[in-house]
């Protein structure tokens, strides 16, 4: 539903256009930037500004939905906490709980091109950080999903939304893999809401 016909200034969406056309250029050659996100990190808009000002953000600094690179080439995945987790499979069952959010509660920090995990908000927060799955707000059309932002819509058990670069066929004998090997202190951590099991202490042999 869009009933007032609004658009981006050079996208609508994913498609290249919107308000003032995809060939639009300003006075500095510079196609609109796009500084994406619900809200954008406050550390985006201040480094493009700088970078604007300087003289220093050029059209190759701009990825294929003209947002900066600098953090567009990330994902928010790349520093999650919970990516122990995530490697091997063992998924939260609620918010409270440590695991990844990816398979139940509708994650989507592998498709969502920012540096949210690295670049901490107020310097210590993220979403995922405050138990919050990960909306892809970043991306377009991320407001209008089809489905509950914290459900994980799956067919034949296999998330519909599969990490960026990765194929269907790798991801599913991967995450089967994964899963058989959990250790059980992962597993058990990932279905609470603190630490149950430490890292065992293996000593050297001498
Ligand atoms: S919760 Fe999301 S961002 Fe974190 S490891 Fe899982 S899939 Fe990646």
């Known amino acids: 539903m869009n009933p007032t016909d609004a658009c981006g200034l050079q996208y609508d969406g994913e498609a290249s256009g919107g308000l003032l056309g995809p060939e639009f250029r300003a006075a500095a050659g510079l196609p609109v930037i796009n500084v994406a996100g619900c809200p954008p990190h406050p550390d985006w808009i201040t480094e493009t500004l700088a970078m604007l000002a300087h003289g220093r953000l050029r059209a190759e600094h701009l990825d294929d939905f003209g947002r900066p690179r600098f953090f567009a080439?990330?994902?928010v995945h790349h520093g999650?906490?919970?990516?122990?987790?995530?490697?091997f499979k063992a998924s939260a069952e609620k918010h409270s709980d440590q695991g990844c959010l990816m398979e139940h509660l509708?994650?989507?920090?592998?498709?969502?091109?920012?540096?949210?995990n690295q670049r901490l908000w107020n310097g210590e927060g993220s979403c995922l950080r405050g138990g919050y799955a990960c909306i892809r707000c970043t991306e377009p059309g991320f407001e209008e999903p089809g489905h509950a932002f914290e459900a994980t819509p799956k067919v034949?058990?296999?998330?519909?939304?599969?990490?960026a670069d990765m194929p269907k066929a790798w991801f599913i004998a991967l995450a089967a893999l994964s899963k058989s090997a959990t250790p059980s202190r992962v597993r058990e951590n990932a279905t609470a809401d603190h630490q149950l099991r430490a890292p065992s202490v293996k000593r050297?042999?001498?």
């Open 73 to 75: 080439d990330q994902l």
């Open 80 to 87: 999650c906490p919970r990516n122990e987790y995530y490697e």
């Open 106 to 116: 509708g994650c989507k920090g592998t498709q969502a091109h920012a540096d949210c």
């Open 156 to 163: 034949a058990g296999i998330p519909i939304g599969l990490p």
């Open 204 to 206: 050297s042999k001498k």
